[in-house]
């Protein structure tokens, strides 16, 4: 893939003020989160080839704007390539195989939606099926969204649920969980008595050894665990004289 290394014929501007490409960005300040990921880009080894430039906007609104960067030799050690940009860049990351670039599509703490696009429709199938993402589009862009009978949403820190579609309708649902006995009146179910354990004084202690002794990790833990188990029983009720004298 070629690029004319010069500034491309891409225009930001107000847009009820003249014929622009695109408009401002839409959180204030943001170009400089944007400047900085190029900036860190460019310092590992990247390199811009094209860039968009500016309409007739006041000085004033120059952070308000962002010029479309398509940037190479890119790779996962850079700032880019890791976090959420919301920006008009386009980093282009080569790849030898298949494998290798699932590999690096799942290299990412995100992952909300991804577009494979591919000569071959059942080669682009099979990549976008092994990305970790919400939504995926084989040969098109953002069509998943666009359809809103199906659910959208991310997975890993690109959120959680989904809306849209049959399980958008259940996001906005209360799930209510009801029982009932089917033998009932005949066999009713009974809320067993509070568990009166035979010791007073190390009651935590006791509690803890017992869990220990019925799912410890080993046969040693649990065995120290009903040694102490045995040793507590022993130590609190004597052949049984201690919980008489407290009784009496």
């Not at 590999?103 to 696009?117: E, I, P, Q, R």
């Given at each position: 893939m070629n690029f004319s290394r010069n500034i491309i014929h891409f225009l930001q501007g107000p847009p009820l003020a003249g014929k622009?490409?695109?408009?401002?960005?839409?959180?204030?300040?943001?170009?400089?989160?944007?400047?900085?990921?190029?900036?860190d880009a460019l310092d590992k080894g990247a390199e811009i080839v094209a860039r968009g430039s500016f309409g007739h906007i006041g000085?004033?609104?120059?952070?308000?704007?962002?010029?479309?960067?398509v940037i190479v030799n890119v790779n996962h050690s850079m700032r880019?390539?890791?976090?959420?940009?919301?920006?008009?860049?386009?980093?282009?990351?080569?790849f030898s195989s298949d494998e290798e670039v699932v590999k690096l599509a799942n290299d990412s703490k995100y992952g909300l939606g991804c577009a494979?696009?591919?000569?071959?429709?059942?080669?682009?199938?099979?990549?976008?099926?092994?990305?970790?993402?919400?939504?995926?589009?084989?040969?098109d862009f953002a069509s998943t969204y666009m359809c809103q009978s199906l659910p959208f949403g991310g997975v890993k820190h690109s959120g959680f649920g989904r809306f849209g579609g049959v399980?958008?309708?259940?996001?906005?649902?209360l799930v209510k969980a009801v029982v009932e006995d089917r033998w009932w009146p005949f066999v009713k179910t009974k809320i067993p008595k509070p568990i009166q354990y035979p010791v007073a004084e190390n009651g935590f202690e006791f509690q803890e050894s017992l869990v220990e002794a019925l799912y410890g990790l080993n046969i040693w833990e649990r065995l120290q665990a009903l040694v102490n188990i045995l040793k507590m029983l022993t130590e609190q009720n004597p052949a049984g004289e201690s919980t008489k004298k407290k009784n009496e």
């Amino acid at each position: 893939m070629n690029f004319s290394r010069n500034i491309i014929h891409f225009l930001q501007g107000p847009p009820l003020a003249g014929k622009y490409d695109m408009g401002a960005l839409c959180m204030h300040e943001h170009s400089e989160k944007l400047e900085g990921l190029i900036n860190d880009a460019l310092d590992k080894g990247a390199e811009i080839v094209a860039r968009g430039s500016f309409g007739h906007i006041g000085e004033d609104a120059v952070d308000q704007y962002f010029p479309p960067t398509v940037i190479v030799n890119v790779n996962h050690s850079m700032r880019l390539m890791q976090e959420e940009a919301f920006g008009p860049i386009m980093p282009i990351m080569k790849f030898s195989s298949d494998e290798e670039v699932v590999k690096l599509a799942n290299d990412s703490k995100y992952g909300l939606g991804c577009a494979v696009f591919s000569g071959s429709q059942d080669r682009a199938r099979d990549i976008a099926s092994q990305i970790h993402c919400g939504v995926a589009a084989v040969n098109d862009f953002a069509s998943t969204y666009m359809c809103q009978s199906l659910p959208f949403g991310g997975v890993k820190h690109s959120g959680f649920g989904r809306f849209g579609g049959v399980e958008g309708l259940r996001a906005c649902c209360l799930v209510k969980a009801v029982v009932e006995d089917r033998w009932w009146p005949f066999v009713k179910t009974k809320i067993p008595k509070p568990i009166q354990y035979p010791v007073a004084e190390n009651g935590f202690e006791f509690q803890e050894s017992l869990v220990e002794a019925l799912y410890g990790l080993n046969i040693w833990e649990r065995l120290q665990a009903l040694v102490n188990i045995l040793k507590m029983l022993t130590e609190q009720n004597p052949a049984g004289e201690s919980t008489k004298k407290k009784n009496e």
